[in-house]
């Protein structure tokens, strides 16, 4: 992830999808930073554009290790979004519809 937000909405102005992997950050400030970046492509008109993901690729990023799991981007991470103003049609976007718009190319 390129932490760039002008990046961001330069991209996202082309028509590009903005993907933004492990959404949570090394630390509270970090995933704040996303959830502003989130917050301020959603208000461009851009959230049709918007992929979210959270890598699990270490034994500690699993839940039965601590780690945020799986299930952190749909619920943790919905959780955070809530609380910074998307709505249920936002999160059915985020978390459904973005992700098969891009895998099936519609």
Excluded: I
């Excluded at 993907?19 to 090394?26: A, E, R, Y």
């Excluded at 992929?51 to 699990?56: A, K, N, R």
């Amino acid at each position: 992830m390129v932490p760039d937000h002008d990046y961001h909405l330069a991209l996202a102005r082309r028509g590009a999808w903005v993907q933004f992997d492990t959404v949570q950050g090394g630390s509270a400030y970090d995933t704040g930073q996303r959830l502003d970046w989130l917050r301020s492509l959603a208000d461009a008109g851009h959230l049709d554009q918007v992929l979210l993901s959270q890598d699990v690729c270490l034994r500690t990023d699993y839940a039965a290790f601590g780690g945020p799991g799986y299930a952190y981007v749909a619920t943790t991470f919905a959780d955070l979004l809530r609380a910074q103003g998307f709505d249920d049609a936002d999160l059915r976007k985020l978390l459904v519809d973005n992700p098969r718009r891009m895998l099936t190319g519609e």
